[in-house]
């Protein structure tokens, strides 16, 4: 087995849809950047790749490359997934934890697991995810943006 870890963070600006794991959530402001900006999904890709000791998300898909402008973080999930499995490894069970004040995510909790799973190719049972505010604290606290982190481990194909 492998193990590793992801982050990411966001800003939360208007004119956006707010995107989060894969999954588009009704909210006043949405995530900025380069792609769609799905931290969930961009610290799962950053989890997986350390697992298998391929470097990081900007190394395979740099923010300064049009071709991954707005791109769907479904696609960046699903090219990583390919890469893991090229490196000999296949994704057995993750964990997300996602920081955010507002809004809150029960709700979609449940549609984020299985988006993430499919891609994945694991049983929604094996994707766990969370949710927390940070009481009002900090830049979570304060709604400027929002933050995930992930833990993966992956199994070597074959035993
Ligand atoms: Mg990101």
């Not at 699903?78 to 709700?107: C, N, S, W």
């Not at 929604?124 to 979570?140: C, W």
Request: aromatic share 4%.
């Amino acid at each position: 087995m492998r193990v590793g870890n992801g982050i990411d963070v966001h800003r939360l600006v208007p004119g956006r849809k707010l995107i989060l794991g894969g999954v588009q959530v009704p909210y006043d402001r949405g995530l900025d950047g380069h792609s769609d900006a799905d931290v969930v999904l961009h610290a799962v890709c950053d989890a997986l790749l350390g697992a298998a000791a391929l470097d990081d998300l900007g190394a395979h898909f740099p923010d300064t490359d049009p071709a991954f402008k707005d791109i769907d973080s479904r696609v960046l999930l699903e090219k990583t997934v390919t890469l893991v499995h090229a490196a000999g490894f296949v994704v057995y069970q993750m964990d997300i934890t996602v920081i955010a004040q507002a809004p809150r995510l029960g709700p979609y909790r449940r549609q984020m697991r299985a988006a993430i799973a499919e891609i994945a190719g694991i049983p929604a049972d094996r994707v766990g995810l969370k949710a927390t505010t940070t009481e009002g604290l900090g830049l979570f606290g304060r709604g400027e943006g929002i933050g995930a982190m992930c833990t993966v481990l992956l199994e070597e194909k074959d035993g």
